[in-house]
């Protein structure tokens, strides 16, 4: 069973799990695997991804008594967290804003609208961070998994490194899907940038980029890291 200090080999960049930490190592992208925190009876691991930046999670692997590793959970990092309530408030803010200048009679349809924007924005960005975690925490359970080989071979005699079923980005529904709603995004976004903004309908221009290039941008980061993910799961070495 792995122990602690096999896990302490992992921590290259030792420091505490501070919100000016995590603030620099999301401004810096800070992608050394792995920084730490070193406790009694748990390990703090964590790295700076590009497509998540400062919402990248924190993994919490826990020891018993004898520093044998018992568990692995994930928990998103201070910074995200403040960066969550500050997009809350931001929201709530831009909602708002229609209300104040027209009024509840007239301004609760811009407030809908903007709520409507955000969530729709939420849904997609929440689908590309819950690939990106996905992909980071199959990455260190190979990493222990990998430890655990090389510690205790006659263990695993016999039995080949498991391959972790990996989503096919690439199946008839998703083609399909992409051939249709790829060339609707880029154009919609060319008739708001075209026409909606240049019009004075700079609100609905801009939600309306927005929207469509977030799906654009979730939908290909999710092709490119599936790919990525498959190379260096073969090529991966321990050190």
């Known amino acids: 069973m792995i122990e602690k200090n096999d896990i302490e080999k992992l921590v290259l960049n030792r420091k505490k799990s501070s919100l000016r930490n995590h603030f620099n190592d999301m401004f810096f992208m800070n992608n050394i695997r792995y920084s730490g925190e070193i406790r009694e009876k748990e390990i703090l691991l964590w790295y700076s991804s590009f497509w998540l930046r400062g919402a990248y999670p924190i993994f919490h692997l826990n020891f018993d008594s004898d520093k044998k590793l018992v568990g692995l959970k994930l928990e998103k990092n201070p910074f995200g967290k403040l960066l969550d309530k500050i997009a809350l408030f931001l929201v709530l803010v831009f909602a708002s804003i229609p209300i104040i ?20 924005l939420f849904l997609i960005m929440r689908k590309a961070a819950k690939t990106e975690k996905k992909i980071m925490t199959e990455e260190l ?78 939908d290909i980061y999710a092709i490119l890291k599936s790919s990525r993910f498959k190379k260096e799961s073969k090529n991966f070495k321990v050190q």
Do not use: H
């Open 141 to 218: 359970k190979d990493t222990v998994e990998r430890i655990e080989r090389e510690k205790f071979p006659e263990k695993f005699a016999g039995y080949g490194l498991k391959e972790k079923p990996i989503e096919n980005e690439w199946t008839i529904k998703k083609i399909f899907t992409r051939i249709f709603m790829y060339p609707i995004c880029v154009g919609f976004i060319y008739v708001c940038a075209a026409l909606l903004i240049p019009n004075g309908q700079l609100g609905k221009g801009i939600c309306g980029i927005a929207i469509c290039g977030a799906y654009l941008y979730s």
């Open 101 to 120: 200048i027209s009024g509840l009679a007239k301004g609760w349809v811009g407030a809908v609208f903007v709520l409507f924007v955000a969530f729709i």
